[in-house]
DNA sequence: AGCACGCCGACT
DNA sequence: GTCGGCGTGCTC
C-alpha cells in the first residue's frame, strides 16, 4: 500500500503514543518516521493498521527496545499549531499511567478534549485563529467588588497556604469561609505572577453552582470551567484556553486534574472527600491524589495544592497526622452561626413501618407554623425500594441484576437502579396471580406523599398549604429543574425539601432550621468499611444545611436541630455527630483500621473481572492470583481469595473480584507492574472462556 | 480499542 | 442465493 512510499532522505524515527490498551500489544510507545525531529508533547496524526488515529509525541523510553519488525511508516499529519504538551504535564501522565496500570497512550489521550480527536491540523488551526480573535474583541474581564476582609482564621490559612512546603489540608467547618480562603489565595498568586494559572476542583459542578458564581463575580473572565457538562466544542475552546495560557483560573471536576496548565501554581481540591473524585471507569485515578502529586511536579515554580473539607477523607487526615501534609483548621461558622442540635429518635420504641417518628413530625410542624424550613434526607430514590406479592412472597428482582426493581409511583413503573430496565408494575403477582402487591419500604417519592398527607392541615403564615418539594436524580434530571428546585427553596416557594444525598451539598440555604436523617441504619452496617466514614460526612454535610443565617435563627428564636432516626442510638458515630466532632470520628474511625490493618494503614488494588457466568469470573480470578506466585514484592502483599462482588450480576453479566492488600505500596506496586503482563498472557493462551472483561482498580473506593 | 476477515442462521 | 451474528487477529 502507501508504505511502499521511501522515507525522504533525513527523516528521523520518533515514539508515538496512541490511545491503545496494553492488551492491544501496543502498549509501549510506537515508533513512526518523521521528516524531522519533533518535540515531545506534540500531536500528530499516524497510521495506525488501516486507520489514521491521533497520537503525541513521547520521549524515547529509558531502555532502547528492539526495533519493529517491518519498515517504519510515517508520521501523517504534525499539528503544527498547537504547542507541544509540556514536560510537567508529560510527567503526570506518566505517573498516572504507571501508578494505576494503564498505558501512556490511554492516559494521555483521555486527558485531551474528544473534540480535539476529530479535528484536523487545518480545521484546529483555524479553531486557533477564530480563538485568538474571539479573545481581541471581547471587552477586558471587570473583576467585581472589593474583596471583602478576611478573619484571623482565614488570614492565617492564607499564612500557612503561601508558605508550606507541604499540601494543606484545610479543615474548615461548614460556613468557616473556605471559600474566601480559595478566593485571596488565587488573587494573591494572579496578582504576584501575570502568568500564574490556579486550578480549582470540585466534585460535582452542577450541584455547586455557587462556587462557581463566586470565582466568575471575583475574576470575571479570567475563570473558565472543564466538566462534562458542556458541548464538545466548548470543552475544546475552554481547553486550549487553559493549554495556552489564557485561562488563568479553571474550575473544574475530576478530569480537569489532567488538563493543560502549563502556568500551574495553585491546585485547590474542594470537598476533597468526595468520593467522585475518584474516576470508575478506564484509568481509575483519584483526581485528589493526582492534585497533590502535580503539587509536586511543579514544585519548582512554586506550586501549591490546598485540600478543603469539613471531614476529610480519613487517608488526608491521616496524612495530616503524620506530617506529610499540613493542616490548618477553621473551625469557626461564619457570622456565629450555630451548629444544629442532635437529636436521636430511636426507631426501636416506634411501632415497625414508623417512617417519620411522631415528635420529628411534630418539630417539623413546628418550624413550618414559624415560617421556617426542613430539610428531610433519604437515601433512595423512588416510592418503594421493591414490591412483593402478599400470597406467595414474590418480590420484584430485575431479570438481569441481582437487585431489586424499584418501584416508581409517579410513571407506574418498576425500574432497575443498575441496569436502566424498566417495566410496567403488574396488576397481579407473575408467579401466582395474586392481586394484592405491596411496596416494601420506603424512597423519596413515597417520603414525600406521607410528608404532604400528614402536613395537609397545616397553613402558612399567608394562610396558603405548606408545599413540599422533592430533589433527587429523577426530579432532577430535567434540564433547568435542579435550579428551579433550590431557587424555590431559596425564595421560601417550598416549606420542606425532601431528597436523597444531593440535597445535602454546598447549597447555602437560608431559612432551614431543621434537618433530618429518616433511613440512616443501611449505612451504619453496610458490608462496606468505608460505610460509616461515608454516613457520618453525609450526616455533617446535611447539619451543615441548618443555621446557616444566624440573625435569622435568632429572631426567630429557633433552635437549630439535626433529626437522625435509628435504632442504633449508641452507636459511637452518633457520639461523635452530636459533638460535630469530626476529630473524635476520625480517631476512632482510624484506630479501627490501625488494628484492621486497613488503609490508610494499608495499600490496596482490586482485579476486578466481569462474565457472562461467574465460575469463569471466579476461574480468571484463581488463575490470576496463582501467576503472581513468585513476583516481586509478593512476599509483603496479601491476596485475598477470588468472591463474588456484592451486587453480584448487573445487566446480565457476573463479576468478582480479587484484593491485593499491601502495609507497603512500592511493594504493591511492584508486584502490579510485573503481574499485568502475565494477566495479558494469560488471558491470551490460557483458557478464559467466558470472561468478559477485567480490569485492575488501585487504591479502590468502592467494592 | 477499532476494524478487518471469516464462517454459520433467517430473510429479500 | 445474500445480509449479518460476533469469534479471533492485527495494528509501529
Known amino acids: 500500500m502507501a508504505d511502499a512510499v521511501v522515507p525522504p532522505a533525513g527523516a528521523v524515527a520518533v515514539e508515538v503514543v ?40 513521547w520521549e524515547p523510553t529509558a531502555t532502547p527496545r528492539e526495533a519493529p519488525a517491518g519498515a517504519l511508516r510515517p508520521v501523517a499529519e504534525v499539528w503544527e499549531a498547537l504547542p507541544p504538551l509540556d514536560a510537567r504535564w508529560r510527567a503526570l501522565v506518566a505517573f498516572a499511567a504507571r501508578y494505576y496500570q494503564r498505558t501512556l497512550g490511554e492516559v494521555a489521550l483521555a486527558a485531551l478534549p474528544p473534540a480535539l480527536r476529530t479535528l484536523s491540523a487545518a480545521q484546529l488551526t483555524r479553531r486557533l485563529h477564530k480563538a485568538a480573535r474571539a479573545r481581541h474583541s471581547a471587552a ?100 486550549l484556553a487553559a493549554h495556552r495560557g489564557q485561562a488563568r483560573i479553571v474550575l473544574g471536576t475530576r478530569t480537569a486534574v489532567l488538563a493543560s496548565l502549563p502556568r500551574l501554581r495553585l491546585i485547590v481540591v474542594d470537598e476533597e472527600h468526595d468520593p467522585s473524585y475518584k474516576s470508575q471507569e478506564g484509568a481509575r485515578y483519584s483526581a485528589r491524589d493526582l492534585a497533590v502529586y502535580r503539587a509536586r511536579l511543579g514544585a519548582d515554580l512554586g506550586c501549591r495544592v490546598v485540600l478543603g473539607s469539613a471531614t476529610p477523607a480519613l487517608e488526608s487526615w491521616h496524612a495530616a497526622a503524620v506530617g506529610r501534609y499540613q493542616r490548618v483548621d477553621m473551625a469557626q461558622r461564619m457570622g456565629g452561626a450555630c451548629w444544629p442540635q442532635l437529636r436521636l429518635v430511636d426507631m426501636r420504641q416506634q411501632p415497625r413501618g414508623t417512617t417519620l417518628a411522631p415528635a420529628l413530625l411534630a418539630a417539623i410542624e413546628a418550624r413550618l407554623a414559624r415560617g421556617e424550613q426542613a430539610l428531610v434526607l433519604l437515601n433512595r430514590r423512588g416510592y418503594a425500594p421493591v414490591i412483593a406479592c402478599d400470597a406467595c412472597g414474590w418480590k420484584s428482582g430485575c431479570p438481569h441484576c441481582s437487585a431489586h426493581l424499584v418501584y416508581h409511583k409517579g410513571d407506574r413503573s418498576l425500574r432497575c437502579h443498575h441496569c436502566g430496565h424498566a417495566a410496567r408494575v403488574p396488576r397481579a403477582c407473575p408467579d401466582c396471580g395474586n392481586v394484592d402487591l405491596t411496596p ?59 431528597g436523597t444525598q444531593m440535597i445535602a ?129 509478593r512476599p509483603h502483599v496479601t491476596l485475598y481469595a477470588p468472591v463474588p462482588m456484592t451486587m453480584t450480576r448487573v445487566a446480565g453479566i457476573e463479576r468478582a473480584q480479587l484484593l491485593l492488600e499491601s502495609p507497603h505500596r512500592p511493594a504493591l506496586q511492584a508486584l502490579l507492574a510485573a503481574w499485568l503482563p502475565r494477566l495479558h498472557t494469560l488471558r491470551a493462551h490460557a483458557d478464559t472462556r467466558g470472561l468478559v472483561r477485567w480490569a485492575i482498580d488501585v487504591d479502590p473506593l468502592s467494592f
Open 18 to 57: 496512541v490511545a491503545a490498551p496494553a492488551h492491544s500489544g501496543l502498549g509501549e510507545p510506537l515508533t513512526y518516521l518523521a521528516a524531522r525531529p519533533l518535540a515531545p508533547g506534540t500531536l500528530v496524526r499516524v497510521p495506525l493498521g488501516r486507520r489514521e488515529v491521533l497520537g503525541m509525541v
Open 140 to 239: 477586558p474581564s471587570t473583576p467585581g467588588g472589593q474583596p471583602p476582609s478576611v478573619t484571623d482564621a482565614q488570614a492565617h490559612a492564607l499564612a500557612v497556604i503561601d508558605t508550606s512546603d507541604r499540601p494543606v489540608l484545610l479543615f474548615g467547618a461548614t460556613g468557616s469561609g473556605k471559600t474566601e480562603v480559595y478566593l485571596q489565595a488565587t488573587a494573591r498568586l494572579l496578582a504576584d505572577d501575570p502568568e500564574a494559572q490556579a486550578l480549582v476542583l470540585v466534585p460535582e459542578i452542577n450541584l455547586t453552582p455557587q462556587l462557581e458564581q463566586r470565582f466568575r463575580a471575583r475574576f470575571g473572565d479570567a475563570v473558565t470551567t472543564l466538566h462534562s457538562g458542556l458541548t464538545p466544542a466548548q470543552r475544546l475552546q475552554h481547553w
Open 440 to 498: 416494601i419500604g420506603r424512597g423519596t417519592e413515597q417520603l414525600e406523599e406521607q410528608l404532604a398527607l400528614a402536613l395537609a392541615s397545616l397553613r402558612r403564615a399567608d394562610g396558603s398549604p405548606v408545599r413540599i418539594g422533592r430533589l433527587d436524580a429523577d426530579t432532577a434530571r430535567a434540564a433547568g429543574a435542579l435550579e428551579h428546585t433550590l431557587e424555590a427553596v431559596h425564595s421560601g416557594a417550598i416549606d420542606v425539601l425532601v
Open 505 to 633: 451539598k454546598g447549597h447555602d440555604f437560608r431559612r432551614i432550621t431543621l434537618v433530618a436523617s429518616v433511613n440512616t441504619d443501611g449505612a451504619l452496617f453496610a458490608s462496606d468499611w468505608r460505610a460509616p466514614e461515608r454516613l457520618f460526612t453525609l450526616l455533617m454535610q446535611a447539619a451543615g444545611r441548618a443555621g446557616r443565617d444566624a440573625a435569622f435563627v435568632a429572631a426567630q428564636g429557633s433552635v437549630v436541630e439535626l433529626w437522625v432516626q435509628t435504632a442504633y442510638p449508641q452507636h459511637p458515630l452518633f457520639a461523635a455527630l452530636a459533638r460535630h466532632d469530626y476529630a473524635a470520628f476520625a480517631a476512632q474511625q482510624l484506630h479501627e483500621r490501625r488494628t484492621a490493618g486497613m488503609p490508610p494503614f494499608s495499600h490496596q488494588a482490586l482485579l476486578r473481572a466481569e462474565a457472562r457466568q461467574l465460575d469463569a469470573a471466579l476461574a480468571w480470578l484463581r488463575h490470576a492470583a496463582a501467576a503472581a506466585h513468585d513476583l516481586p514484592g
